[in-house]
Protein backbone atom coordinates (compact mmCIF):
# COMPACT_ATOMS: atom_id res chain seq x y z
CA UNK A 1 0.00 0.00 0.00
CA UNK A 2 3.14 2.15 0.72
CA UNK A 3 4.31 1.68 -2.64
CA UNK A 4 1.14 2.41 -4.13
CA UNK A 5 1.04 6.05 -2.46
CA UNK A 6 4.31 6.97 -3.55
CA UNK A 7 3.46 5.76 -7.32
CA UNK A 8 0.37 8.62 -6.84
CA UNK A 9 2.56 11.06 -5.02
CA UNK A 10 5.16 11.05 -7.68
CA UNK A 11 2.79 11.21 -10.53
CA UNK A 12 1.08 13.95 -9.17
CA UNK A 13 4.28 15.45 -8.85
CA UNK A 14 5.30 15.10 -12.32
CA UNK A 15 1.71 16.58 -13.73
CA UNK A 16 2.37 19.31 -11.81
CA UNK A 17 5.85 19.82 -12.75
CA UNK A 18 5.13 19.77 -16.81
CA UNK A 19 2.09 21.90 -16.18
CA UNK A 20 4.04 24.63 -14.69
CA UNK A 21 6.90 24.11 -17.61
CA UNK A 22 4.09 24.61 -19.98
CA UNK A 23 3.00 27.94 -18.34
CA UNK A 24 6.09 28.67 -18.10
CA UNK A 25 6.88 27.92 -22.01
CA UNK A 26 3.62 29.62 -23.17
CA UNK A 27 4.42 32.72 -21.24
CA UNK A 28 8.05 33.26 -23.08
CA UNK A 29 6.07 32.89 -26.47
CA UNK A 30 3.41 35.22 -25.97
CA UNK A 31 6.49 37.68 -24.59
CA UNK A 32 8.58 36.35 -27.46
CA UNK A 33 5.93 37.36 -30.16
CA UNK A 34 5.26 40.95 -28.57
CA UNK A 35 9.26 41.78 -28.72
CA UNK A 36 8.72 40.50 -32.85
CA UNK A 37 5.72 42.79 -33.62
CA UNK A 38 6.63 45.44 -35.44
CA UNK A 39 5.02 49.31 -35.99
CA UNK A 40 3.78 49.48 -40.08
CA UNK A 41 6.49 51.17 -41.97
CA UNK A 42 5.75 54.60 -42.84
CA UNK A 43 7.17 57.43 -44.83
CA UNK A 44 5.52 61.10 -43.22
CA UNK A 45 6.52 64.18 -42.67
CA UNK A 46 5.72 66.41 -40.21
CA UNK A 47 5.48 70.15 -38.79
CA UNK A 48 5.19 71.64 -35.48
CA UNK A 49 7.27 72.59 -32.46
CA UNK A 50 9.63 72.79 -30.13
CA UNK A 51 9.09 74.47 -26.35
CA UNK A 52 5.65 75.33 -28.40
CA UNK A 53 8.24 77.98 -29.67
CA UNK A 54 10.94 76.75 -31.79
CA UNK A 55 9.04 75.80 -35.86
CA UNK A 56 10.25 73.08 -37.00
CA UNK A 57 9.88 70.42 -40.22
CA UNK A 58 10.38 66.99 -39.79
CA UNK A 59 10.87 63.97 -41.70
CA UNK A 60 10.66 60.41 -40.94
CA UNK A 61 10.82 56.97 -42.53
CA UNK A 62 10.07 53.93 -40.52
CA UNK A 63 11.58 50.43 -41.81
CA UNK A 64 10.84 47.48 -39.46
CA UNK A 65 10.98 49.46 -36.42
CA UNK A 66 13.91 51.64 -37.18
CA UNK A 67 13.70 55.59 -37.66
CA UNK A 68 15.43 57.48 -40.00
CA UNK A 69 14.93 61.16 -41.23
CA UNK A 70 15.97 64.54 -40.93
CA UNK A 71 14.53 67.63 -39.34
CA UNK A 72 15.35 71.52 -39.65
CA UNK A 73 14.69 74.82 -37.68
CA UNK A 74 11.66 77.47 -40.22
CA UNK A 75 13.70 79.82 -42.21
CA UNK A 76 16.79 77.63 -41.85
CA UNK A 77 18.46 75.44 -44.49
CA UNK A 78 20.40 72.92 -42.79
CA UNK A 79 19.02 70.11 -41.43
CA UNK A 80 20.34 67.74 -38.64
CA UNK A 81 19.85 64.02 -39.15
CA UNK A 82 18.13 62.10 -37.15
CA UNK A 83 18.15 57.90 -36.38
CA UNK A 84 16.27 55.96 -33.65
CA UNK A 85 13.84 53.47 -32.92
CA UNK A 86 9.90 53.02 -32.14
CA UNK A 87 8.43 50.07 -30.85
CA UNK A 88 4.91 48.04 -31.54
CA UNK A 89 2.83 50.85 -29.33
CA UNK A 90 4.42 53.72 -31.37
CA UNK A 91 7.05 54.83 -28.42
CA UNK A 92 9.71 56.40 -30.34
CA UNK A 93 13.07 57.07 -28.98
CA UNK A 94 15.42 59.35 -31.65
CA UNK A 95 18.80 61.02 -31.34
CA UNK A 96 19.65 63.86 -33.44
CA UNK A 97 23.24 64.28 -35.47
CA UNK A 98 24.54 67.71 -36.87
CA UNK A 99 26.79 67.54 -40.03
CA UNK A 100 29.74 66.34 -38.34
CA UNK A 101 27.83 63.07 -36.89
CA UNK A 102 27.86 64.51 -33.39
CA UNK A 103 24.75 63.72 -31.66
CA UNK A 104 23.25 67.48 -30.19
CA UNK A 105 20.27 65.92 -28.86
CA UNK A 106 17.10 63.99 -28.52
CA UNK A 107 13.38 62.87 -29.13
CA UNK A 108 11.31 60.84 -26.79
CA UNK A 109 8.03 60.33 -27.55
CA UNK A 110 4.66 58.77 -28.50
CA UNK A 111 2.73 58.41 -32.01
CA UNK A 112 -0.79 59.75 -31.04
CA UNK A 113 -2.36 59.38 -34.43
CA UNK A 114 -0.88 62.00 -36.46
CA UNK A 115 0.83 63.26 -33.78
CA UNK A 116 4.07 62.73 -32.42
CA UNK A 117 4.82 64.63 -28.90
CA UNK A 118 6.98 63.94 -26.03
CA UNK A 119 10.07 65.60 -24.38
CA UNK A 120 13.11 67.30 -26.83
CA UNK A 121 16.43 67.34 -24.59
CA UNK A 122 19.76 68.66 -25.52
CA UNK A 123 23.12 66.31 -25.83
CA UNK A 124 24.13 66.92 -21.72
CA UNK A 125 20.12 67.48 -20.86
CA UNK A 126 20.47 70.97 -19.14
CA UNK A 127 17.93 72.16 -21.62
CA UNK A 128 14.19 69.31 -21.86
CA UNK A 129 11.75 71.04 -23.76
CA UNK A 130 7.89 69.77 -24.81
CA UNK A 131 7.97 68.97 -28.78
CA UNK A 132 4.63 68.19 -30.68
CA UNK A 133 4.12 67.45 -34.20
CA UNK A 134 1.60 66.88 -36.56
CA UNK A 135 1.63 64.97 -39.88
CA UNK A 136 1.42 67.38 -42.99
CA UNK A 137 -1.75 67.04 -45.17
CA UNK A 138 -2.58 64.26 -47.54
CA UNK A 139 -0.98 65.64 -50.27
CA UNK A 140 2.49 64.92 -48.92
CA UNK A 141 1.98 61.42 -48.67
CA UNK A 142 3.13 59.37 -51.13
CA UNK A 143 0.09 57.33 -52.33
CA UNK A 144 -1.80 60.58 -53.09
CA UNK A 145 0.73 60.97 -56.04
CA UNK A 146 1.25 57.44 -56.91
CA UNK A 147 -0.83 55.35 -59.95
CA UNK A 148 -1.41 52.11 -59.38
CA UNK A 149 -1.16 49.79 -61.94
CA UNK A 150 0.90 48.18 -65.09
CA UNK A 151 3.65 49.90 -66.66
CA UNK A 152 5.80 48.94 -69.68
CA UNK A 153 8.86 49.79 -71.10
CA UNK A 154 10.21 49.21 -74.25
CA UNK A 155 11.49 45.48 -74.29
CA UNK A 156 7.84 44.74 -73.35
CA UNK A 157 8.41 43.87 -69.66
CA UNK A 158 6.00 44.33 -67.39
CA UNK A 159 5.78 46.29 -63.84
CA UNK A 160 2.74 45.88 -61.87
CA UNK A 161 2.61 48.60 -58.86
CA UNK A 162 -0.06 47.39 -56.27
CA UNK A 163 -1.04 48.96 -52.51
CA UNK A 164 0.38 47.19 -49.59
CA UNK A 165 -0.72 46.88 -46.29
CA UNK A 166 1.76 49.58 -44.65
CA UNK A 167 1.85 53.33 -44.90
CA UNK A 168 5.26 54.33 -46.13
CA UNK A 169 5.65 51.33 -48.84
CA UNK A 170 4.66 50.21 -52.34
CA UNK A 171 4.39 46.70 -53.68
CA UNK A 172 5.78 45.85 -56.81
CA UNK A 173 6.25 43.23 -59.66
CA UNK A 174 8.29 42.84 -62.81
CA UNK A 175 8.00 40.38 -65.19
CA UNK A 176 10.71 39.87 -68.45
CA UNK A 177 9.36 36.77 -70.98
CA UNK A 178 10.60 36.69 -74.36
CA UNK A 179 12.21 33.68 -76.56
CA UNK A 180 15.55 34.01 -74.18
CA UNK A 181 14.82 34.90 -70.62
CA UNK A 182 11.76 34.25 -68.37
CA UNK A 183 12.39 36.25 -65.20
CA UNK A 184 10.61 38.44 -62.39
CA UNK A 185 10.95 39.83 -59.44
CA UNK A 186 8.53 40.89 -56.72
CA UNK A 187 8.70 42.30 -53.27
CA UNK A 188 7.70 45.55 -50.97
CA UNK A 189 9.40 48.91 -51.66
CA UNK A 190 9.47 51.39 -48.79
CA UNK A 191 9.21 55.08 -49.64
CA UNK A 192 12.51 57.60 -49.33
CA UNK A 193 10.39 60.68 -50.17
CA UNK A 194 7.02 61.10 -51.39
CA UNK A 195 8.14 59.93 -55.30
CA UNK A 196 10.94 57.36 -54.47
CA UNK A 197 10.59 53.84 -52.93
CA UNK A 198 13.86 51.59 -52.26
CA UNK A 199 13.18 47.47 -51.71
CA UNK A 200 16.29 46.17 -50.54
CA UNK A 201 17.23 42.58 -50.11
CA UNK A 202 19.96 41.93 -47.85
CA UNK A 203 20.76 38.47 -48.28
CA UNK A 204 20.55 38.48 -51.91
CA UNK A 205 22.35 41.40 -52.49
CA UNK A 206 19.37 43.07 -54.79
CA UNK A 207 18.93 46.86 -54.59
CA UNK A 208 15.39 47.72 -56.74
CA UNK A 209 15.05 51.77 -56.68
CA UNK A 210 11.50 53.09 -58.38
CA UNK A 211 11.32 56.70 -59.16
CA UNK A 212 7.82 57.88 -59.72
CA UNK A 213 7.68 60.61 -62.48
CA UNK A 214 3.68 60.87 -63.44
CA UNK A 215 2.19 58.56 -65.94
CA UNK A 216 6.21 56.78 -66.16
CA UNK A 217 8.16 54.92 -63.40
CA UNK A 218 11.99 54.61 -63.65
CA UNK A 219 13.56 51.71 -62.64
CA UNK A 220 17.14 50.99 -61.35
CA UNK A 221 18.44 48.07 -60.72
CA UNK A 222 21.39 47.48 -58.74
CA UNK A 223 23.23 43.81 -57.74
CA UNK A 224 20.25 41.81 -58.84
CA UNK A 225 21.41 38.37 -59.72
CA UNK A 226 19.89 37.30 -63.38
CA UNK A 227 20.38 34.64 -65.77
CA UNK A 228 22.86 34.78 -68.43
CA UNK A 229 20.16 35.86 -71.52
CA UNK A 230 18.66 38.33 -69.21
CA UNK A 231 19.26 42.01 -69.11
CA UNK A 232 18.62 43.28 -65.74
CA UNK A 233 14.98 45.51 -64.75
CA UNK A 234 16.42 48.55 -65.18
CA UNK A 235 14.65 51.40 -67.24
CA UNK A 236 11.77 53.35 -67.89
CA UNK A 237 8.24 52.02 -67.57
CA UNK A 238 5.03 54.19 -69.12
CA UNK A 239 1.51 53.42 -67.78
CA UNK A 240 -0.74 51.33 -69.55
CA UNK A 241 -4.46 52.03 -70.20
Not at 78 to 96: A, F, H, M, P, Y
Not at 130 to 154: A, V, W
Request: with cysteine; glycine share 6%; aromatic share 12%.
Amino acid sequence: MKNYYQIIFTLIFISTFLFSFDNISITKSINNEKVLKFYPNFSKSYSGTINNRYEIEVKLINESNQITGEYSYKNQTQSLRLSGTIDSNGSVQIKEYNSKNIITGSFTGKIEGTIIKGLWKNKDQTKVYNFEISEKSNENKPLSRITLGNYQDEFERNLTISKSNNEGSINFKIEQFDNNCAESIEGTAIFKDSLLAVYNNVDENCKITLNFQGDKITVEDSDCSHGAACGNFGGTYKKQK
